[in-house]
C-alpha cells in the first residue's frame, strides 16, 4: 500500500479532537498527518499518536501538497467552499457538515447500514446528522425483515451536539445554580438549558419544523433508499453532556413476533440490546459515553395499531453521531 496522506480540518473542535482521539484508537495505515483550523485556532499545538503537531491555518492552497483523504469537521460553510478544493487536487472528503447530504450525487454513508455505497463517490462522501446515524443503525434491519411503513422520532439531544458553546451554557447554568446566581450570559442556546428542555435544535422552518426535524426525515429516507417513507420528528435539545436518546415509534407493512424482532436487533451490526426491564436494565447517556455502538431497549409491541413497536436507542453523538462514522468511512476506503 502507497503512503497515505490525511488532512483533518477543523481538528480543534468538538467533533474534529474526537477524530484524533478515535485515529489514535484505530492505528489506521496512515503515513502522515496534517490538522487544519481556522486562523483563529491556527498555531495551536496538538499531541497525536506521541508527536507534537502545529494546527494550520485552513486556505485556499491547503491541499496543494497533496492529500489522499481529508475529514472535514467544520461546519458547512468551510465545506462548500473547501472541500471542492480538496476534490479538485486528488483528494477523497468525508465530510461532517451537513451541506452535501442531500445532494443527490452524494453518498451519505452510515456504514453498518449501506457501505456498499460508499465506492459510489465523486469525491465527496456525507456524514449523516448525529441523531439520523444511531436512528438508521437500529432501523435498517427492521427494515430489512419487516418492511417500515411509518417512522415517528422523539429525540434527547445532548449539549456537545451544539459544541463548545452548548456545552458552556449548561456548565454556566450549573455554576450560577450552585451559586444561587442566575446572570450568566447565553452563549448558544436561545434559553437556558440548565434545568431545561427546548425544544428546538437549529432553526425553525416555515412548515414549523426545526431544520434539525428536517435533516432527520430526509437523511432516513435517503439512507434507507426509501424516498416516500412516512416520518415525523419532534427534536429536542436537554441538559445532558453527551449522548443522544430517541424515542422511536416504528409501524411495519408485516407482522412479526417480539421474539424474532428482538433476535433481528441482537444479532444486526453496530447494535448492543440492553433490554431487561425485570430487572431495569437499559440503555442512558452513562452507558454509552465513550462507546461507538449504538445501544437498543425498552423494545415492546406498540398496541394502539396493528404491527407497531417502540424503541429506546442511545448512542455518543460525537463518536458514532460523527467522529467514529467518518472513521469507520475512512477504514472502508482503505480496504
Given at each position: 500500500m502507497k503512503n497515505i496522506k490525511l488532512a483533518v480540518?477543523?481538528?480543534?473542535?468538538?467533533?474534529?479532537?474526537?477524530?484524533?482521539?478515535?485515529l489514535e484508537e484505530k492505528k489506521l495505515p496512515i503515513s502522515k498527518y496534517e490538522f487544519f483550523a481556522s486562523k483563529r485556532s491556527a498555531g495551536t499545538k496538538v499531541t497525536f499518536l506521541?508527536?507534537?503537531?502545529?494546527i494550520q491555518e485552513l486556505t485556499t492552497s491547503s491541499f496543494d501538497s497533496?492529500?489522499?483523504?481529508?475529514?472535514?469537521?467544520?461546519?458547512?460553510?468551510?465545506?462548500?467552499?473547501?472541500?471542492?478544493?480538496a476534490v479538485s487536487k486528488g483528494c477523497i472528503v468525508i465530510d461532517n457538515s451537513s451541506y452535501f447530504r442531500i445532494d443527490t450525487s452524494v453518498?451519505?454513508?452510515?456504514?453498518?447500514v449501506n457501505a456498499e455505497e460508499i465506492n459510489n463517490h465523486h469525491g465527496i462522501i456525507a456524514n449523516p446528522n448525529c441523531s439520523t446515524i444511531q436512528a438508521v443503525v437500529a432501523l435498517k434491519p427492521l427494515d430489512t425483515a419487516y418492511n417500515i411503513k411509518r417512522i415517528v422520532y422523539s429525540t434527547y439531544q445532548a449539549v456537545s451536539g451544539a459544541g463548545y458553546k452548548g456545552i458552556t451554557d449548561l456548565k454556566n447554568g450549573i455554576l450560577d445554580f450552585e451559586k444561587g446566581e442566575a446572570n450568566y450570559e447565553l452563549q448558544k442556546f436561545p434559553q437556558p438549558i440548565f434545568s431545561n428542555c427546548l425544544p428546538h435544535i437549529d432553526v425553525f422552518l416555515e412548515n414549523g419544523y426545526t431544520k434539525e426535524e428536517e435533516k432527520m426525515i430526509n437523511?432516513?429516507?435517503?439512507i434507507l433508499?426509501?424516498?416516500?417513507?412516512?416520518?415525523?420528528?419532534?427534536?429536542?435539545?436537554?441538559p445532558v453532556f453527551n449522548s443522544h436518546s430517541e424515542s422511536?415509534?416504528?409501524?411495519?407493512?408485516?407482522?412479526?413476533?417480539i421474539d424474532d424482532l428482538v433476535n433481528c436487533l441482537k444479532n444486526a451490526p453496530g447494535i448492543v440490546l440492553k433490554d431487561d426491564t425485570k430487572n431495569e436494565v437499559y440503555p442512558t447517556t452513562l452507558d454509552t459515553n465513550n462507546q461507538d455502538k449504538v445501544f437498543v431497549g425498552r423494545v415492546r409491541r406498540d398496541y394502539s395499531i396493528n404491527s407497531g413497536i417502540n424503541l429506546w436507542v442511545v448512542a455518543d453523538n460525537v463518536r458514532?453521531?460523527?467522529?467514529?462514522?467518518?472513521?469507520?468511512?475512512?477504514?472502508?476506503?482503505?480496504?
Open positions: 480540518v477543523g481538528a480543534t473542535g468538538v467533533v474534529g479532537r474526537t477524530v484524533l482521539k478515535v506521541n508527536k507534537e503537531y502545529i497533496g492529500f489522499d483523504f481529508a475529514i472535514f469537521c467544520a461546519g458547512s460553510d468551510v465545506s462548500k467552499i473547501f472541500a471542492p478544493i453518498p451519505l454513508i452510515v456504514p453498518e437523511e432516513t429516507r435517503k433508499k426509501r424516498p416516500d417513507l412516512r416520518i415525523t420528528a419532534t427534536t429536542v435539545r436537554v422511536i415509534n416504528v409501524e411495519f407493512e408485516k407482522d412479526f413476533s458514532k453521531g460523527a467522529a467514529s462514522n467518518a472513521v469507520q468511512i475512512l477504514e472502508k476506503l482503505l480496504i
